[in-house]
């Protein structure tokens, strides 16, 4: 069975300090992580996704994950926040066997100016 | 430009009446999702189909239904069946065949039932 885990529902960072959304997994088969942000009343937009060629992945505005296979765990970076990075942002693996994907509860960010 | 366009934006119903949701894509996706979001429960799986003319239940089919006709179009009807409808629900769509192709969501429908 596969699942993930967002620790910490809610995340508030001075503007300038580092972002860091944690995500753990679980999955009998290897994963594709992936991270996704949410603006209010918006769909899900792709951060980044893990597809097994770089454990460091690089993804859009300035985020970074960092896949690690023996902590089960894809968490998110960004070295200096931005006021336009407070939005919820979502941890969600997919295995390839009826192509499902499973989401976190979401972590929402709160950047403090 | 490609992308999954969700109809109306805010619906308003009131209690006892089917409701249909529009989800209609243009990326050529074989496989269409929908999913309930509710705050802090994250996203739900409603149904998803992998091609026309077939589909699947997930966690939380109970007083949904869904058609997939064409290949474009994932329509979702709430139904009175369902005992809490109000939500925000996401359409997505995604490759079916390509190797660890993401989702791709389209801007939501918040539907009131009151």
């Known amino acids: 069975a596969q699942s993930v885990t967002q620790l910490g529902s809610h995340v508030s960072v001075s503007e300038g300090a580092l972002v860091l959304l944690r995500c753990n997994y679980s999955?009998?088969?290897?994963?594709?992580l992936f991270w996704y942000v949410q603006y209010p009343n918006q769909g899900l937009q792709l951060l980044l996704k893990?597809?097994?060629?770089?454990?460091l992945v690089k993804g859009i505005n300035g985020f970074e994950a960092e896949f690690k296979k023996s902590e089960t765990s894809f968490h998110l970076t960004k070295p200096s926040a931005h006021m336009s990075d407070a939005a919820e942002y979502f941890c969600?693996?997919?295995?390839?066997?009826?192509?499902?994907?499973?989401f976190g509860t979401g972590t929402s960010l709160t950047v403090i100016p | 430009d490609g992308g999954i366009t969700q109809s109306p934006k805010y619906l308003f119903r009131k209690e006892g009446q089917n409701v249909t949701l529009s989800c209609e894509q243009n990326?050529?996706?074989?496989?269409m999702y929908w999913y309930r979001q509710d705050p802090g429960q994250g996203l739900r799986l409603i149904y998803y189909?992998?091609?026309?003319?077939?589909?699947q239940k997930g966690d939380i089919a109970e007083g949904y239904s869904v058609s997939r006709e064409k290949k474009e179009s994932f329509p979702l009807t709430v139904t009175s069946a369902q005992k809490n409808p109000t939500a925000f629900y996401l359409c997505?769509?995604?490759?079916?065949?390509?190797?660890?192709?993401?989702?791709?969501f389209g801007n939501g429908t918040r539907l009131t039932v009151t």
């Open positions: 997505a769509s995604s490759n079916w065949d390509s190797y660890n192709s993401p989702l791709h």
């Open positions: 999955s009998s088969v290897p994963p594709y």
């Open positions: 893990y597809t097994s060629a770089a454990t």
């Open positions: 969600a693996v997919s295995v390839r066997t009826g192509n499902q994907f499973y």
């Open positions: 990326l050529n996706h074989d496989a």
């Open positions: 189909s992998q091609i026309v003319n077939d589909f």
